[in-house]
């Protein structure tokens, strides 16, 4: 079970896009439709982003868009606003029936 | 309202035990799977455990099964973690989170409870 792999950190000025990788293997992110993306303000829980690898729940701007290609999902920020400062992590289902996470990316708006 | 609220979270000296609750409120906790989640001081979100909406199915990570186990009473709409054998790379935030029905995502979280294990 090991943590899908993310960027530690990445950076954009308000207005631009960016955006972020999540690599897994076969049995995880490639295997299945099921890649999910969640921010997490400091000292906050996190919260659902993309559902099933490009779905937005209710609610979530859609400057929020997310991909797959192959074993590697990516979430894209379009419009980057100050608020979108926050660590983002991905999730995915597996093929032992368990989830697994990325190691999160730190996002800094300029 | 819909929510999660846990607790149970403390100070506990390694190799000793601690439960953790998550009280349900605001939908039908019986339809649903549910998860415990947890995040280390400074660091990521690590999955622990997932069990199905009666019970019937568990799974746990690799980095706590064996001394870890989830259990649910629908009766009284709460989630458990029993976490035995503690250690103090278990000290972490651990999250309580609703796994959306019939899907493969979190879509409802609780605040976290932080357990912290140290002599």
């Known amino acids: 079970q090991s943590a899908l792999t993310q960027p530690a950190s990445v950076s954009g000025s308000p207005g631009q896009s960016i955006t972020i990788s999540c690599t897994g293997t076969s049995s995880d992110v490639g295997g299945y439709n099921y890649v999910s993306w969640y921010q997490q303000h400091p000292g906050k829980a996190p919260k659902l982003m993309i559902y099933d690898v490009s779905n937005r729940p209710s609610g979530v701007s859609d400057r929020f868009s997310g991909s797959k290609s192959g074993n590697t999902a990516s979430l894209t920020i379009s419009g980057l606003q100050a608020e979108d400062e926050a660590d983002y992590y991905c999730s995915s289902y597996t093929s032992s029936s368990t989830r697994v996470f990325g190691g999160g990316t730190k996002l800094t708006v300029l | 309202q819909v929510q999660l609220v846990e607790s149970g979270g403390g100070v506990v000296q390694p190799g000793r035990s601690l439960r953790l609750s998550c009280a349900a409120s605001g939908f039908t906790f019986s339809s649903y799977a549910m998860h415990w989640v947890r995040q280390a001081p400074g660091k990521g979100l690590e999955w622990v455990a997932v069990i199905s909406y009666d019970g019937s199915h568990k799974y746990y990570g690799d980095s706590v099964k064996g001394r870890f186990t989830i259990s649910r009473d629908n009766s009284k709409n709460t989630l458990y973690l029993q976490m035995n054998s503690l250690r103090p790379e278990d000290t972490a935030v651990y999250y309580c989170?609703?796994?959306?029905?019939?899907?493969?995502?979190?879509?409802?979280w609780g605040r976290g409870t932080l357990v912290t294990v140290s002599s």
């Open positions: 989170a609703r796994e959306s029905y019939g899907a493969e995502f979190f879509d409802l």
